[in-house]
T-cell receptor
């Protein structure tokens, strides 16, 4: 599993509240990614990081921000959650060849 | 049109059958990945390939760069192979290894 954990694993929150999801890795990989997975859309890239304090947008970045202040942690923040952000969120890191995925966070916005 | 198209969307097979899942893409790529996701489960990388063919156990992945097409084969399928299989491509040209995904193929293998 390349030492990737995500927290929380499940969260229910109300519309308009801020939410932060955490991805933690133990193997010092440079590249980290946040994806969301939705029925009918598959996995889509939200934001990614190519080093500490180096981040960039993916294809579905609206409504999300990220931060990476140290190599091992990549945070995804929903500033004001909306029902359209109900999804399963996966963090991933790039290993030598493959990408390794975290276990996912199921977020429900009511 | 999606950059990555998989077929079929759903596939049901009997145990022991030979399975083929197809992936076509429309952009230049540096690599193609096959991933597996069991129901309610995490995502596991099966293969990364940029040319030719790779084999791991009963799984075989092939890619034809000229035709922009890849196939994932499962020999002697088993119910534990039931999962969603996802194709993803790394666009060429310094993309920070970002992946673009197909929508997945749901495979059900019945005993």
């Amino acid at each position: 599993d390349a030492g990737i954990t995500q927290s929380p694993r499940h969260k229910v929150t109300e519309t308009g509240t801020p939410v932060t999801l955490r991805c933690h890795q133990t193997e010092n990989h440079r590249y980290m990614y946040w994806y969301r997975q939705d029925p009918g859309h598959g996995l889509r890239l939200i934001h990614y990081s190519y080093g500490v304090k180096d981040t960039d947008k993916g294809e579905v970045s609206d409504g999300y921000s990220v931060s990476r202040s140290k190599t091992e942690d990549f945070l995804l923040t929903l500033e004001s959650a909306t029902s359209s952000q109900t999804s399963v969120y996966f963090c991933a890191i790039k290993g030598t060849y493959e990408q390794y995925f975290g276990p996912g966070t199921r977020l429900t916005v009511t | 049109k999606n950059e990555v198209e998989q077929s079929p969307q759903n596939l049901t097979a009997q145990e022991g059958e030979f399975i083929t899942i197809n992936c076509s893409y429309s952009v230049g790529i540096s690599a193609l990945h096959w991933l597996q996701q069991h129901p309610g489960g995490g995502i596991v990388s099966l293969f990364m390939l940029s040319s030719g063919k790779k084999k791991h156990g009963r799984l075989i992945a092939t890619i034809n760069i000229q035709e922009k097409h890849s196939s994932l084969h499962i020999t002697a399928s088993h119910p534990r192979d039931s999962a969603v299989y996802i194709c993803a491509v790394e666009n060429s040209g310094g993309s920070n290894y970002k992946l673009t995904f197909g929508k997945g193929t749901l495979l059900t293998v019945n005993p």
